[in-house]
């Protein structure tokens, strides 16, 4: 089957760092990437969407300049949170979309971040 | 825009009885819906999908949905709940207004089975 895999799972930092996350499809080729975040006993809102090789789509009050997505191959994008603060912890779930039978949406495990 | 909603935050069920977690679908066109779980801090399974066809759906874990066109309802059935299906479900409806045919998710319904 397809795996997502993300990287790191748990990550703590100190207010006004960035953060990176990594999201990578390990046996297929990704070519629509979305990001998710999803709060304590909450659903999932879609925060992005990026295609390989273009710039990202962001949804509306997402801000682009906070939160930087990349998604520079088929297999990987990157999430940075930029200057984070407390009230951008959450968990952060990512799922990659391939074409043909793997064109349904594969998640990744997610990742908790906390800033401190 | 295309949205589900689940009404129950909450569904409690003895082991070895059915349960039914629901989900309302609200959608233009032929909706593309699916079920996911979540246990604790993990990411999202997918347990099935409904895109067209026949209207009951099986999926992973025994799990089953049936989709009710006239009820605009997509609810998630099992016929006997074992201690280990206690997670979070969510429903969801492939958002097709985007350019990414992303997911739009219900609020989730959390399934406790007590043995």
């Known amino acids: 089957g397809a795996v997502v895999s993300q990287h790191p799972s748990r990550v703590i930092c100190k207010s006004g760092t960035s953060v990176k996350i990594e999201c990578r499809s390990l046996?297929?080729?990704?070519?629509?990437m979305f990001w998710y975040r999803q709060f304590p006993k909450q659903s999932l809102m879609l925060m992005a969407t990026s295609n390989e090789g273009s710039k990202a789509t962001y949804e509306q009050g997402v801000e682009k300049d906070k939160f930087l997505i990349n998604h520079a191959s088929l297999t990987l994008s990157t999430l940075t949170v930029t200057s984070a603060h407390p009230e951008d912890s959450s968990f952060y779930i990512c799922?990659?979309?391939?074409?043909?039978?793997?064109?349904?949406?594969?998640f990744g495990p997610g990742t908790r971040l906390t800033v401190t | 825009a295309q949205s589900v909603a689940q009404p129950e935050d909450q569904v409690n069920v003895a082991e070895g009885n059915p349960l039914t977690v629901k989900c309302t679908y609200s959608?233009?066109?032929?909706?593309?819906l699916f079920w996911y779980v979540q246990y604790p801090n993990r990411g999202l399974q997918f347990l099935l999908k409904?895109?067209?066809?026949?209207?009951l759906v099986k999926g992973s874990y025994g799990f089953e949905a049936e989709f009710n066109k006239s009820q605009t309802s997509f609810h998630l059935k099992k016929p006997s709940a074992l201690v280990s299906d206690s997670a979070l479900y969510f429903c969801?409806?492939?958002?097709?207004?985007?350019?990414?045919?992303?997911?739009?998710f219900g609020k989730g319904t959390s399934l406790l089975v007590t043995p």
């Open positions: 799922s990659a979309r391939g074409t043909g039978l793997h064109y349904e949406q594969y």
């Open positions: 046996d297929f080729q990704a070519t629509t």
């Open positions: 409904y895109i067209t066809g026949d209207n």
């Open positions: 969801a409806v492939r958002d097709r207004s985007g350019s990414g045919y992303a997911l739009n």
């Open positions: 959608v233009s066109g032929n909706p593309y």
